[in-house]
Every structure is written in structure tokens, then in C-alpha cells.
């Protein structure tokens, strides 16, 4: 009778310790996918302060005419080097994309590579790339390409003096500008490789969903997004308005 009973106590301990583990296990996966919510939405925040604070740098900053013709718009927050062999560069970002319905959802990607490092001088940089044309916004929408080979890409040009600049509108379909040590200017992305960031697609909306059909405006923006898609379309209305008053009158003569 003892053994029946010291056994039964046994079981009972085993099962609750087993309920416990199962518990905890689910605490600890719930709290490891809070953190990684937590630094996607921080990143898209990021993304945000970046824009704001580069377009209130008034002669220092991406010239409005070329933000109002902006079709999509792409913010890594803090792209930094590291150490691939003969060494390299990497970050993590969110772009945006004209819809018919205002501005996309913002869609995570990954960017690889390029020519910053020496440029710059520094070990992070802020990048902005503004993608300018139906071709370059084929390629992004492709969710994997090449700076400078599937698109071509120039560093854009800054302040009031870029404001008269038209080369950009012959020759290139992404612009990029950097921001280092509160040095702000465009710069060569030639060779960095862009694709979407999967896992934090996930993260973001629960599971995965193609870089197209976000950029495209077919799903709506995740909770979080708000700060950075009313930053776009604040900058972006401002853009447009400044362009309206810089515009000629037609009807005079």
C-alpha cells in the first residue's frame, strides 16, 4: 500500500514539474519574441528620427523637389562595419512605397556591402535611399538586388545648390545619402546588396509576407509603424507644396 502511494506522489511530482517546465519554457519564448518585436519596432522608430532629423537640417538636407519625386523611400539606421574576411558593411532598415492609397506599409530588408567605409570615415553611418523611377522600383520590389547593377545609383545631391541639379533625373534611379558624426552627404552604395530581412518580416506581421505585396500597399501597417509612415508623409506633403511655390506661374508673362 505504501509502494502504491510513494509511487502515485512520484508521478504527481514528475507531472507537475513537467507543467512547470512547460510553463516556463512558453514565458521565456514569449518574452524572447517581445525583445524581438521590441527591435523591430525600435529599428522603424530609428528610421524615423533619422528622416526627421536630416530634413530639418534646412540647407543641409535632401533637397525637397527631389523628395516629392520620390516613388519609394528607404531608412537603415546606424549601418555599421564588420568583419568578413577582408572586411565589409552591413545594416538593417524599413522602406516605403507611393500606393495608390497613400504610402505602403513598411517592409525590413537587409543591406550588404558597399563603399562607405572609405568615404566616410567612420564605422556607422544613417543611409537614405530614395528610389526615383518605375525601373528602380521594379528592382526593390524584386526583394533582392544590386546596387549600381540592377539599379543604377548615384550619390544625391545636398542642400539648396542640389535643388538646381537635373543629372540625377538622367542617370540614376536610386539616390543615396549617408550621415556620420553629423556630417550629412551623399554617398556610393555602388555594390551593396539590398534583400528583404524575412525573419523581421515575421517578427513584424506575424508571418511571412512577400516584399512586393507591402510595398505595394496590399496589407495594412502593423501597430508601431504609425511615427515613421507619418514622418514620410509629412516631409513628402511638405515637399510638394515647397515645389508648388518654387514653380513658375504659367499664366504670367
Known sequence: MKTTRKGAITSFVLALSTAVLMMASA?????????DKSDVEKRIDNAATVLTEIMDAKDNNIP?????DAECIAVVPSMVKIALGIGGSHGKGVATCKTANGWSAPAPFSITGGSWGLQIGGQAIDLVMLVMNQKGMEALLSSKFKVGADASAAAGPVGRAGEASTDWKMKSEV???????GVF???DLSGAKIAQDKDETRILYGQMVPFATILQGKVPPPAGAEHFLSTVRKYS????EQGKLNSPDTDQK
Open 64 to 68: 525637397m523637389k527631389i523628395m516629392s
Open 27 to 35: 514565458g521565456w519564448a514569449a518574452d524572447e519574441s517581445t525583445k
Open 185 to 187: 552627404a551623399g554617398v
Open 237 to 240: 506633403a511638405e515637399s510638394k
Open 175 to 181: 539616390l543615396t545619402y549617408s550621415r556620420a558624426r
